[in-house]
């Protein structure tokens, strides 16, 4: 995930996703009384969902709004175009992953993610460190993570040929644990309550977003994928279009393509967690 300008392009599936989390969770959240709310995002790559999708479902202002991802060419690309349009905003690098800033620490009423955590392979890591991020006295997080989908099995058929195995040595690294899961939501529930969360509510969704057209699909898929960027240039689409035929392999019964207009199915499940510190 490493092409700014083609995620901001191709990325109506993400869009569309944090903004059903938001409304659908939206009365759970408490604001204070002072109005001076603090806000963060975690993974906001460009940034665009979460400024021009999420924070105006909100109508508040924020008294600081941070927008954090790992990517350098991602935080850059946010700051310079939303630094000056959104008031009280800060973009940072932050690996949720790692050992916090101490600056950080307790200093947000408020912490979202979407389609982020499922790239850390130490899920309890990232969880204590959501939960350092928040205030002591009531912060609270909404979290959507990519859990299951034929997307991960695809990517780990592709891994073991000859033809692509030189770029995909990590995948292991980029599939989400939960995929393997047997019981995810109860898996999740105890690791929120070991963390300290005294509240929280975690559902498994299944999940169907519609492309227009498998191209639209591919395309929205190359620019979130952590292998493209490896391969030259010119075999980029061949192995977007491996991908396209290793997924629907992958889960044959599912029915990907709607007869007659040409739109593209893609399933997946997602962790959808509410928690409050």
């Known amino acids: 995930m490493d092409n700014p300008k083609l995620y901001r392009e191709t990325n109506q599936l993400q869009r569309q996703n944090a903004a059903i989390a938001v409304r659908e969770f939206f009365s759970k959240f408490h604001w204070r009384s002072d109005g001076l709310d603090a806000i ?5 790559a460009i940034g665009d969902v979460f400024l ?7 109508r508040r202002d924020f008294q600081r709004i941070v927008c954090t991802d790992l990517n350098t060419n991602m935080v850059e690309y946010a700051r310079k175009h939303y630094s000056d349009k959104v008031k009280n905003s800060e973009f940072r690098i932050l690996n949720i992953a790692t050992e916090l800033p101490t600056e950080l620490k307790g200093q947000f009423d408020h912490l979202l993610s979407f389609f982020c955590l499922q790239l850390v392979p130490n899920q309890r890591k990232a969880f204590q460190n959501i939960y350092s991020l928040l205030r002591p006295d009531g912060g609270n997080c909404l979290l959507t993570i990519f859990a299951r989908s034929p997307y991960y099995d695809a990517y780990q058929t592709m891994s073991k040929t000859i033809k692509w195995s030189s770029y995909m040595s990590d995948v292991d690294d980029y599939t989400c644990s939960w995929h393997y899961s047997y019981d995810p939501v109860e ?4 690791l929120l309550k070991e963390c300290g969360f005294r509240e929280f509510e975690v559902q498994l969704k299944p999940t169907i977003y519609t492309y227009s057209n498998i191209e639209d699909f591919k395309n ?3 620019a979130v994928s952590h292998y493209t960027h490896r391969i030259p240039i010119e075999l980029q689409d061949d192995f977007m279009n491996d991908f396209a035929k290793a997924m629907i392999k992958a889960k044959p019964s599912f029915k990907y393509f709607n007869d007659h207009v040409g739109e593209f199915n893609f399933p997946y499940e997602q962790l959808v967690i509410f928690a409050r510190r």
Not at 40 to 44: A, F
Not at 52 to 58: K, S, T
Not at 187 to 190: I, P
């Open 187 to 190: 898996e999740v529930k105890k």
């Open 220 to 222: 929205n898929m190359k």
């Open 40 to 44: 963060i995002d975690v993974g906001s």
């Open 52 to 58: 021009e999708i999420v924070c105006p479902l909100f």
